[in-house]
């Protein structure tokens, strides 16, 4: 079992920026690729970026060049630095990671983004 802990959200105005963190503990070994999503009201959870064990990283075309993924695997942490948001980043944002084939996710942090 995996668990993931995220911390990080909150209220920011328009053109700020924020940065979230995702610790896992647990049975950690093999954690290959972790991830940022993200479910806005009434909408489907969408993917917003996603990191491999190597490093290797792909966005979202919403986020491209304002949200950098990056990971400390000594530190099983994964983050999200989000600049220049956006009143449509405005969800709840999910830590993701993938063991084995299985997916594991944290409870959600709330970001919000005021015009």
């Known amino acids: 079992q995996v668990q993931l802990v995220e911390s990080g959200g909150g209220l920011v105005q328009a053109g700020g920026s924020l940065r979230l963190s995702c610790a896992a503990s647990?049975?950690?070994?093999?954690?290959?690729?972790m991830g940022w999503y993200r479910q806005a009201p009434g909408k489907q959870r969408e993917l917003v970026a996603v990191i491999t064990s190597g490093g290797s990283a792909n966005y979202a075309d919403s986020v491209k060049g304002r949200f950098t993924i990056s990971r400390d695997n000594a530190r099983n942490t994964v983050y999200l630095q989000m600049n220049s948001m956006k009143p449509e980043d405005t969800a709840v944002y999910y830590c993701n990671a993938e063991q084995f084939l299985y997916y594991y996710w944290g409870q959600g942090t709330q970001v919000t983004v005021s015009s």
């Open positions: 647990g049975s950690i070994v093999s954690i290959r690729a």
